[in-house]
Every structure is written in structure tokens, then in C-alpha cells.
């Protein structure tokens, strides 16, 4: 397969000042000033008096020369191993959210799309390669616990970034900056009114989404997703509304700390290539440890056993006591084996007859849906070249 040249391509999402194929110029080099003083500062570039004077409290957002300055953004950069080609001022636009500075050019949204798209890309091949038969429902759970809005959150704090009380050109580049959504029961006229009784809240939606839904308009988590740009092109208008009640409203920590955490993703793509993103993916992501089987419920495991083996073609199961100790005793255990034939699918144990039977046909009902092969290839590693050898795909979950 050939392989894309990304700095030809990549202007549409990053700007001119954090290309990495040019020195980046900065725009000017402020010192902080106060309120009622200003000062005069000279270009780096050409080495002329600029005459302009800048105030960083009318900024939205502190201006790309003052990454080269922050020592918080050169620690996080170390922190997390980023690429050489990866520069800061990249990294600090990755931390301003869009309700902070809505200019495109400026603010993480471009790049949260894409990294988005990445982590969505890496983490279900990793899932379906590795687990071929799980259930979608099980499939979305674990798509939330890789890369869900709280799992990026808890990456944010674990990376050690701190968050600015509030945007603006003054704080210090390697902040978080977003416009904190005001809370519920915060009073801002001062007459006792709390702020959440005074929103109206759409009427819910009364249809039911079935799993074909899900799993084919959904997002990665099976939930709605936001609109696409597809429909910012049909419809312009769409877009300076949401992004002036987005302005009015704000956003919750979890949501800025997941479009940042997309962001540095999209970011590393861009300006290192594929192989740094998937060191990256790995590094970060995919080492972190979830124990699928916890994910299951089952509602009537025996059900669902019974249809499985009519499914596939295999004798009907039947449960059989293994072992027992104590049946006269306050404390009985009982061991029972669900059997097809001559093989036993699974083993549970309980303190009556019924729960080791329920155990039974959950543990076999885990032994098919976590089949894993012994050698686990995901389609993106023959990117580079290479022959591709599919998977098992499986007929998929047991339809009641």
C-alpha cells in the first residue's frame, strides 16, 4: 500500500503557525502588563520595533508565540513522549476547548474530530479482532471503558493537566481553557432563582431505537451522535447556532477534557504520522487493562444457552450435579455441570441447586462469547504493507 504523504494534506486542519514543515513565526512576544499599562514589544523575526501595543485580557485565547514560553506545556510534551515534530504550539492549541476561543483556527474542535475517528478506528478493530463474538451491547461497553468520556477524563488527570478558572489571553498556555457550564443551582439575578428553573428542557423522544440503530446511525457508545459536517454544509445556519449557545451555555469538565484528549490524538497523527499514533494508541490506551467478562448480564441464562445450541446445531444442554457438600447444612455448596452431549460447556457453583445452574449456563455463555483466537492481527497493521488474513465472523449474539 502506499503511504500518504500527511504535510501535504494536513494544512486543512492545522494552521500556518503550527505546520511543522515551516518555522513557526510568532505573532508578537507580550509580557503580561497590568490593567492600565501597556508595553511596546519587538519581533523576534525581523528584528523591528512593532508598533502595535496587544492587551492578552481582550484575547479569547493566549496567542501561539507564548507556547515557547510556558514551562507547564514543555513538561507535558516530556510527560507524555510526544514526537519531536509534535510542537508546542500545537500541544497548546490541543488545550483551549471551542468555548473558549471559537475560531477555528485556534481552538482543538479540528483536531478532536479527527482523533476522535482514530481512537474510534484503533480501539473497535482492537475489540472485534480480539473478541469476534461479543455482543454489540457488550462491543459499545467496552468502546465507553476504552475511550468513553469518562476514561478520557481520568487520562486527563492521570497526564497531570491542571485546568484555568477561567479562558483568556493571559493564562498560561499550558491550562486547560474552556467556559465552564453554569450550574444548576447557581442564583446569578440574586433574587433566590436558581438557574436550572429557568431552562426548558426538550420534551423526550418516545420511540425506541432497536439494536440495527445502534449499531449502524449511532456513534462508537451506541448513543446519538452530534451532527456531522455533512449537515453543517446543507444547512450553514446550523452551525453559528450551536456555536452561540455553545458561547452561552459552556461545557462540563468531562466534555473539554475528552475533546483535549482527542485532540493530542488527531495532533500526533498529523504532525508524526501513523506509526507515532499507533505507539501512541498503544502506550496510553490499549494497555489499559479491562476485564471483559464483568461487562456481561444475563437476564435468563438457560434461555439463552438453549437457543444457542439450537443455533449451532449442538444437542440440547443439560445440567448435572458435579459435586456437593453440607445439603443438610445452613451453608450447602453444590457443584453443577451444564453438559451437550459428552462435552461440558460450563461449571458454576451456588448455595442451592438453582444458583449453580444459573452459574453453570452463565459460564458457558462466556465461554462463547469470549472466544479469542491465539494470535490477535488488527486490519491496520498491514497498512504498510503486508497480506491481510481475516478473522472468524462469528453469526452473531443470540436473538430471544
Not at 147 to 171: F, H, K, N
Not at 246 to 271: C, D, I, K, P, Q
Request: proline residues 7%; charged residues 20%.
Amino acid at each position: 500500500m502506499k503511504t500518504l504523504r500527511l504535510l501535504r494534506w494536513s494544512g486543512a486542519v492545522l494552521s500556518p503557525r503550527t505546520r511543522p514543515c515551516a518555522y513557526i513565526r510568532p505573532i508578537l512576544q507580550p509580557s503580561r502588563l497590568q490593567s492600565t499599562a501597556t508595553a511596546a514589544v519587538q519581533d523576534d523575526v525581523d528584528n523591528n520595533a512593532v508598533s502595535s501595543l496587544i492587551d492578552l485580557t481582550t484575547l479569547p485565547s493566549p496567542p501561539p508565540s507564548r507556547a515557547l514560553q510556558s514551562a507547564k506545556l514543555s513538561a507535558l510534551h516530556a510527560r507524555l513522549s510526544l514526537p519531536p515534530r509534535l510542537p508546542v504550539q500545537t500541544l497548546a492549541r490541543c488545550l483551549v476547548d471551542a468555548s473558549a476561543d471559537s475560531h477555528p483556527s485556534f481552538n482543538n474542535h479540528s483536531l478532536s474530530l479527527l482523533g476522535n475517528d482514530l481512537l474510534g478506528y484503533y480501539t473497535s478493530e482492537l475489540i472485534l479482532c480480539r473478541y469476534p463474538r461479543l455482543p454489540m451491547m457488550i462491543i459499545f461497553a467496552a468502546m465507553q471503558a476504552y475511550i468513553g468520556p469518562a476514561t478520557l477524563t481520568s487520562i486527563t488527570r492521570e497526564w497531570g493537566v491542571d485546568i484555568a478558572a477561567e479562558p483568556g489571553g493571559e493564562v498560561d498556555p499550558g491550562l486547560l481553557q474552556f467556559k465552564a457550564i453554569i450550574p444548576g443551582n447557581a442564583d446569578l439575578a440574586g433574587d433566590g432563582t436558581l438557574f436550572k428553573d429557568t431552562q426548558t428542557h426538550p420534551a423526550p423522544k418516545l420511540w425506541n431505537r432497536g439494536l440495527s440503530s445502534l449499531s449502524v446511525t449511532d456513534d462508537y457508545f451506541g448513543t446519538i451522535p452530534p451532527r456531522s459536517p455533512t449537515d453543517y454544509l446543507e444547512r450553514p445556519e446550523l452551525a453559528a447556532q450551536e456555536a452561540a449557545a455553545l458561547n452561552a451555555r459552556g461545557v462540563t469538565l468531562e466534555r473539554a477534557s475528552t475533546n483535549f484528549v482527542r485532540a493530542v490524538m488527531g495532533a500526533v497523527y498529523l504532525h508524526a504520522g501513523r506509526n507515532a499514533t499507533k505507539a501512541f494508541f498503544r502506550a496510553h490506551f490499549q494497555s489499559r487493562e479491562l476485564n471483559v467478562s464483568k461487562l456481561f448480564e444475563f437476564r435468563q441464562p438457560t434461555r439463552d444457552l438453549s437457543r444457542l445450541c439450537a443455533r449451532e446445531g449442538l444437542v440440547s444442554p443439560v445440567a448435572r450435579i458435579l459435586s456437593e457438600t453440607g445439603r443438610e447444612s445452613r451453608t450447602p455448596v453444590f457443584v453443577v455441570g451444564v453438559f451437550s452431549g459428552r462435552d461440558k460447556l460450563g461449571e458454576g457453583q451456588g448455595g442451592s441447586l438453582d444458583e449453580a445452574r444459573l452459574r453453570a449456563a452463565i459460564a458457558a455463555l462466556k465461554g462463547w462469547y469470549l472466544y479469542s483466537p491465539l494470535e490477535v492481527k488488527v486490519p491496520s497493521e498491514v497498512e504498510e504493507g503486508g497480506k491481510w488474513e481475516g478473522v472468524l465472523i462469528d453469526g452473531g449474539e443470540v436473538v430471544v
